[in-house]
């Protein structure tokens, strides 16, 4: 009976939602037309999630003609916003041109993925998650000052690496 009990408590128990606070990330800039093959994979930096903006990258000096765009990044518990505080122009085309951020994790991190329509003026149409790394595609996009792309994430309970 005590065990019954304690299993109708649990069952009862708020499900706790994951977090990116505190998880290790590295976030880099890839462009290829097949994976196996890139034309542009940018230093990755790795940092810890915490307050305030995680990256802030700036040209790297070019690679086979392809450089990385200036953009900020800031990561909350449950969301990532990009920008882009100088420069306007058009991304490269290909297949895919953009970033990457690898979460240190064991396990299938993103349970869901959205675009905030209210909080982005880019036109991304593809993000996706594979495992602990999350890919965003602005291939052929705009960007200027004014430009923004803000993701609400459905993080899953995995444990901090």
């Known amino acids: 009976m005590i065990r019954a009990g304690l299993l109708i408590l649990a069952m009862a128990a708020p499900v706790t939602a994951g977090t ?94 959205a675009i905030d329509p209210a909080a982005t003026t880019m036109k991304v149409t593809e993000v996706w998650a594979e495992a602990g790394a999350l890919y965003i595609n602005v291939s052929g996009l705009g960007y200027g000052p004014t430009s923004t792309l803000a993701l609400d994430l459905e993080v899953a309970d995995c444990p901090l690496s």
Do not use: H, K, M
């Open 20 to 113: 990116l606070e505190g998880r290790l990330v590295t976030f880099t800039v890839e462009t290829w037309d097949e994976r196996e093959t890139p034309l542009l994979v940018a230093r990755g930096r790795t940092v810890t999630v915490g307050q305030g903006v995680e990256f802030g990258l700036e040209p790297e000096g070019f690679t086979g003609g392809l450089d990385v765009v200036p953009v900020t990044v800031e990561i909350g518990p449950t969301r990532i916003e990009l920008s882009y505080p100088r420069g306007i122009g058009r991304f490269y085309e290909s297949a895919f041109n953009g970033y990457v951020l690898r979460f240190e994790t064991e396990c299938a991190l993103f349970e869901n993925v």
